[in-house]
């Protein structure tokens, strides 16, 4: 008995030892993350706590903040023009998301495979993502123009049009423009994503059920689109929180007409915020919208979870 | 113990190839291939890796195009038709299996695809899943699966199929050693249960001596040999085949062939009977394999044998040594005192197990 409480005394230093030991890895861990740590909290935390703090009080450009409590949420609620302006970024959103997703998965498909010319067209289709998108909007808004541009007198040449017409001046042919613009501009960055995700199908996996007597659409349907759900899920995320997201292409090319009917949630936050300097009701806007971002993110990742537990 | 019926339905088909060629670019692969496999045959295509045994494996299934030649199965001319009506089944070397579907979805994958009533699926599936004794893990995905249970599950997506013909691409080289030797049996079981035709790719001669009916030796896209297990071991056509036939390899020495005798170093043996006599002297390549060599008897002409080490495997002993300057040998001891290094001793052969090849490596018979 006494050998015994001897043996579990002259355990304890160890015991304390190790976990000094453990607490100094700890504290080596911690200044390894520190600096990255140091940039989220000053480049994230802050200025999302400072918007929240912004967000309580009535916040002009001059004079004092003064506190107004939840005095600019109430009014959100009943700001038609905000909530327009959410509803047309939606609309955005989904016709956005359908043609860079549909185009970026096209782009892969085609440019996937191993060949002289492939790597020729994977640089083509890439080639615009790296144009930004203010230099982007600018030549569009160029292309588009009624005198000068090329599509209008293209249009007309085609016979699509009778005469030159502005293209910009009534809402489905401007939404379009610019949507066209942003499928050019950006499905070459989706391209990659999904790429990544093709390429890391074993060939074993379409041979077999090629085997198997599976014709290519079904192929596609049932082994190739279940295979790339990850990547699609990181694709389908970023395109929709980049398209709600949307200003410099609707205020470049469209300044939010015709008649306002392309503001978007961010355009509407910038008009608020910069125009009319109501930066306290800007920042609760902002937290609106970054509440709806969170949550539609959420549900994608949820309904594009992977179901099994282990592969 | 009596072997176990044949399946009812079995539908083998033979297999017969015509002058197939394969080429990638300027690289061919596969050259003038002939060959006629019989119906519930077990063939086995072996040889080192890049010797296109893969490659015209593919061919066979239709996931490669031949660039020449015809290919038939069950009588049918297939070489142009589409991998899933030839009447073959495959089994990859990475099983290949689905890895969102659970076994019974990737095991009845093919005939959903081909809009066969969920009912009939179900019950080839299940019919298949009890030959192989997988119903318990019938709802689990690949993912949840061990190797050897991955390995049943592709063959089980095979015999679903129901095909004329079963295609192994080295369907164990991803296992363990001593679940490769489970599952090699387990194949030649299913082999006589099944009783359909079996091609097996493998570069293991183990596993090709074991499985085969007849063995198919490649090299550089040709055929070296095409025998049972038994004919390339005693008899092989050349050199290549002697020498990847077999473990430990056969040993070759430079010898040279005057009249009756065999001149190996400064020792004089006798030759076997062979059909081309050497008149002045031809320098030939002796192969003995390890087994045939024994203690010479008193007063029979011998090579003199140094040891240099000696292997012990419990059975047998390996004898590693030289019988002369450039002449390294194995000998196979049997259960007795194993000789230290430095040993020397004289060694003899029968002529009846000697094997002699010409400067190419041509066997002379």
Known sequence: MSAITGQALAARPAVSSRRSRRRRRDLAGLLYVAPALALVLVF???????????????????????????????????????????????YYTLFATIGLLGTGLALALFAQGTGRAVALYRTAFFLPVVIGFASASLLWAWLANVDSGLFPALFEALGLTSGRVNILATFDPAFWSVTVMVVWKMAGFYMVILMSGLQSIPADYTEAARIDGASALQRFRHITLPLIRRPFALALVLCVSGSMLAFDQFYIILAGGPQNQTVTAVYWIFNTSFVSFRLGYGAALSMVLLVILVALSVVQMWLLRDKEEAR | MSAPARHPAARA??????????????????????????????????????????????????????????????????????????????????????????????????????????????????????????QPLLDRKPGQLSGGQRQRVAIGRAIVRDPQVFLFDEPLSNLDAELRVEMRIEIAKLHRRLGNTMIYVTHDQTEAMTLADRIVVLRAGRVEQVGSPAALYDDPDNLFVAGFIGSPKMNVLDARLEGASLLVGDSRLPAPALGTRAGPGLDVKLGIRPEHLRPARENEPGLPFTVDFAEFLGGTTYLYGQCGPDLSLVVEAGRGPVPAAGTSLAIACDPSDMRVFDASGKRLR
């Open chain 1, 44 to 90: 994230f935390v802050l200025p999302l706590g400072t918007t929240v703090w912004m967000s309580l009080h009535n916040w002009p450009l001059l004079g004092l903040p003064r506190w107004i409590g939840l005095a600019n949420y109430k009014a959100l609620w009943n700001d038609k023009a905000f909530w327009r302006a959410l509803g047309f970024t939606s």
């Open chain 2, 13 to 134: 088909g033979g297999l017969e190839l015509r002058g197939v060629s394969k080429s990638f670019g300027a690289v061919e692969v596969l050259k003038n291939i002939d060959l006629d496999i019989r119906p519930g045959e077990f063939v086995v295509f072996v040889g080192p890796s890049g010797c296109g045994k893969s490659t015209l494996l593919r061919t066979i299934a239709g996931l490669e195009e031949v660039s020449e030649g015809e290919i038939a199965i069950g009588g049918r001319d297939v070489t142009d038709v589409d991998p899933s009506r030839r009447g073959i089944a495959m089994v990859f070397q990475s099983y290949a299996l689905y890895p969102h579907m659970t076994v019974a979805e990737n095991m009845g994958f093919g005939l959903r695809m081909a809009g066969r009533p969920k009912a009939a699926v179900a019950r080839d599936v299940g019919a298949a899943a009890e030959i192989l004794h997988l």
